[in-house]
């Protein structure tokens, strides 16, 4: 069973989100949607279905994450789109409004987000105030 979706730029190594927001910009890592599982009772598979507002009848991709029984911990699942590659693809607008079908056990859960182009020079706000998550050496 699904226990939480989380939509974030990054994830850690042991699946702690980095910068948990829901509007994203050309300069932004990538957007990542971080599910935690209470547990896998049988081996399954988790898909993240991916649309844009503008053609909500049909995903613009899906991706599927098989997972391995494990009765004992939560389990995670991470499925992530780079930015800097969607704005390379030229079949359709990526400034808009997004969400995403998560599909557990025939179950489905909706998230939203919104990627904006970069607004610089203006005072309108609508610019990313963290230019990527921290790196530290």
């Known amino acids: 069973m699904i226990e939480s979706i989380i939509v974030c730029e990054h994830t850690t190594d042991d699946f702690k989100p980095i910068n948990k927001k829901s509007i994203f910009f050309p300069n932004d890592f990538s957007v990542q949607i971080l599910v935690k599982l209470s547990s896998v009772k049988k081996d ?10 503008s053609e909500p009848d049909e995903p613009i991709a899906t991706y599927s994450i098989p997972l391995k029984t494990n009765l004992n911990t939560p389990r995670y699942a991470v499925g992530g789109l780079q930015i800097a590659h ?7 607008n990526i400034f808009q409004k997004w969400f995403v079908l998560v599909e557990y056990e025939g179950v489905f859960h909706r998230v939203e987000f919104e990627i904006r182009p970069l ?5 309108n ?3 990313s105030p963290i230019s990527r ?4 050496v």
Request: no cysteine; net charge negative; charged share 10%.
């Open 44 to 53: 399954s598979e988790i898909l993240f279905h991916w649309y844009i507002s």
């Open 86 to 92: 969607l704005l390379n693809q030229k079949e359709f």
């Open 119 to 123: 607004n610089v020079g203006t005072n």
């Open 125 to 127: 706000n609508s610019y």
């Open 133 to 136: 998550y921290s790196w530290s």
